[in-house]
């Protein structure tokens, strides 16, 4: 590591079994992000400024009043841009040393295995099932650790999928529910998805640097109103 990285980097490299060893993984380690909206944009802004080395960015949306509720990555000049185009833009300028890569379009099942074949960890920062179900398929054909997180309205769930030879994602939602409306008919609270975000980057800075315990076989769910945080275990059938 260069002396500009002992400096930037300097609060992990003074932690307990982290140390310049463990910002060197994240140096090393390439993250994709699905979605650069209200999950993405926390996701993004902590990976970057923690290290992570590579990121990758997949998203066609452009940036609509709309989102700056809680897509706090984006300012009221950005309405009408392309939000993978101003994410890298805005991340570079937060930490210059980190690789990006900006894809501007959907993930699909004609492109999806080609991307994300290309990358360490898959954070998925979706707001539909289609992607979440194919991000969940194409993660467990090629055994690449998925880092899981959802919102609606007052809720929020988070889980990691297919590490070290843990659950998929099927294997605790093998379904998509019905009747369930976006975000765009029934509401969130701002504040939701920082706080499932800020999660998700957790446990891809955990499963990088190695430390603590991933949350491989368990769902996490937080409530809002109430401010509870409950976390339920499960299993799956190996045969």
């Known amino acids: 590591m260069t002396e500009e990285e002992l ?45 992570v080395g590579t990121i990758g960015m997949i998203d066609a949306d452009v940036v609509s009043e709309s ?14 841009k392309l939000k993978v185009l101003v994410a890298k833009e805005k991340l570079s300028a937060l930490n210059p040393l980190v690789v990006f890569h900006a894809y501007p379009f959907l993930l699909t099942s004609e492109n999806a295995r080609e991307i994300i074949d290309k990358y360490d960890i898959i954070t998925d920062c979706s707001d539909n099932f289609n992607t979440r179900f194919l991000v969940g398929d ?68 955990k499963i990088v640097a190695e430390i603590g315990e991933v949350l ?12 509870s945080f409950k976390t339920f275990k499960f299993s799956f059938d190996t045969k």
């Open 138 to 205: 194409v993660t467990a054909e090629l055994k690449k650790p998925l880092v899981f997180g959802s919102i609606f309205q007052y809720e929020g769930q988070a889980s990691v999928f297919n590490y070290k030879g843990g659950p998929t994602y099927r294997q605790l939602f093998p379904e998509a529910p019905e009747n369930v409306l976006p975000a765009s008919q029934v509401g969130v609270l701002g504040v939701l998805p920082g706080i499932i975000g800020v999660i998700q980057a957790t446990e891809v800075v």
């Open 7 to 51: 400096q930037r980097y300097s609060r992990h490299v003074l932690l307990p079994d982290f140390g310049t060893e463990g910002q060197e993984k994240l140096k090393q380690a390439s993250v994709l992000v699905v979605g650069c909206g209200g999950l993405g944009s926390p996701v993004l802004q902590y990976l970057v400024a923690a290290g």
């Open 216 to 227: 491989s076989g368990k769902l996490l769910m937080y409530n809002v109103l109430d401010m």
């Open 67 to 80: 989102n700056l509720q809680r897509q706090i990555l984006y300012a009221t000049s950005d309405v009408g």
